[in-house]
């Protein structure tokens, strides 16, 4: 039976997405967000699984933490040559694995902790951000068989082929603690499934995982890879990851702000926007930025360093709650994900379309993470 890959087949779209986060920066295990996902098992079919977590590698938190996917010793070998002229290795090892009945053909999956050389970043004139971004498109697009799929500091994305709870307890997630979690259950949309397309989708710090299916796809990614970006996965969380990178790292937007672009008021409700100022500004997001505005059913939860963001489609075509309890915040596509982990709760709505809930460390949890 011959490969397919992503864009050559369709299957109807369902998805489950979950997050938990601490503003206190307690480090908390992972099985809370494998319980969590796990109560929505029946939203995805086995076809994708993954998490992502922050503040999971303190002892290393000045580093880029590297994960990657290898089809083969020749692109290993291949993209450790290449990384030795980027940056100063300081750590590598296999990612520890559980090995588990349902996840099947495993790549080489390897994680390195990096910094990049001072002589070289100095001689690219380029920050330290944009330097190692270009070095993970480089590997991404040029080294087959080779796919940097986590590229932050203090955080790391793990996913596979499979439902999330085997996935989760592949990866040993137990054993890793963090302030937020991420995960995400896939039912794709136009692709067979295979372990870099599974969510989430991380670019550095960010990482995304999405329920949806976005029209604009093609408008989305012929603009952001003006800018350098590659789509590689031809995969609408994949162009959601670098609209939100090129908006608030490249453009210096807020989250808000972004928010507004990707899922931006209709023009007649931005004309009946009392507060002059505020009009003005939805006015001009929504014009200097049209190509990036996100059309279709989406509900998403952005993981960034010290905070998350959940964010809905202008129509809330997709669903999603968010509930609190104390200083925890929590995002899932279903009340009964949330209440599996937290049943005595603060707080619990549903966010409306277009309104982004971004929660982010308190002082105290500012200082927890620093150490």
């Not at 937020?180 to 949309?189: D, L, S």
Request: net charge negative; with cysteine.
């Amino acid at each position: 039976m011959a490969l397919l890959f992503e864009g050559e087949t369709r299957i109807p779209s369902g998805c489950a997405i979950s997050g938990i986060f601490d503003a206190s920066g307690r480090r908390m295990d992972g099985s809370s967000i494998i319980r969590s996902i796990s109560t929505m098992h029946d939203r995805s079919n086995g076809l994708g699984g993954g998490f992502a977590g922050y503040g999971i590698y303190p002892e290393y938190k000045q580093y880029y933490a590297l994960h990657i996917f290898y089809s083969s010793l020749s692109a290993k070998h291949e993209t450790e040559l290449f990384l030795e002229t980027k940056f100063d290795i300081v750590n590598l090892s296999k990612i520890p694995v559980r090995k588990h009945p349902r996840i099947h053909d495993e790549p080489l999956i390897w994680r390195y902790f990096v910094a990049p050389l001072q002589t070289k970043l100095a001689a690219s004139q380029l920050d330290e951000l944009e330097y190692t971004g270009r070095a993970v498109n480089h590997v991404n697009s040029m080294i087959d068989g080779a796919f940097i799929f986590s590229s932050g500091k203090n955080m790391g994305v793990f996913k596979a082929v499979g439902y999330p709870e085997d996935v989760g307890e592949f990866y040993r997630l137990d054993e890793y603690a963090g302030y937020a979690w991420t995960a995400h259950g896939r039912y794709p949309t136009n692709t067979p499934g295979w372990w870099g397309g599974a969510h989430p989708f991380a670019f550095l710090d960010w990482t995304v995982v999405h329920n949806g299916e976005i029209s604009s796809y093609d408008a989305n990614r012929r603009f952001v890879e003006m800018f350098g970006y590659k789509c590689n996965l031809q995969t609408d969380t994949e162009v959601i990851t670098y609209i939100i990178d090129y908006l608030v790292r490249k453009q210096g937007l807020t989250l808000t702000e972004a928010a507004k672009v990707i899922a931006a008021p209709f023009w007649e409700t931005i004309s009946k926007i009392e507060d002059e100022k505020q009009r003005r500004e939805a006015e001009f997001l929504r014009r200097q930025f049209s190509e990036l505005l996100v059309t279709g059913p989406f509900s998403i939860i952005l993981g960034f360093n010290g905070g998350l963001m959940a964010l809905n489609d202008r129509l809330k075509l997709r669903s999603m709650v968010a509930a609190q309890k104390g200083c925890v915040t929590y995002f899932a596509s279903e009340e009964c994900a949330i209440r599996v982990v937290e049943s005595d709760l603060d707080k619990i709505w549903s966010p409306r379309g277009g309104e982004p809930v971004v929660v982010e460390l308190n002082e105290e949890g500012k200082r927890n993470v620093a150490g």
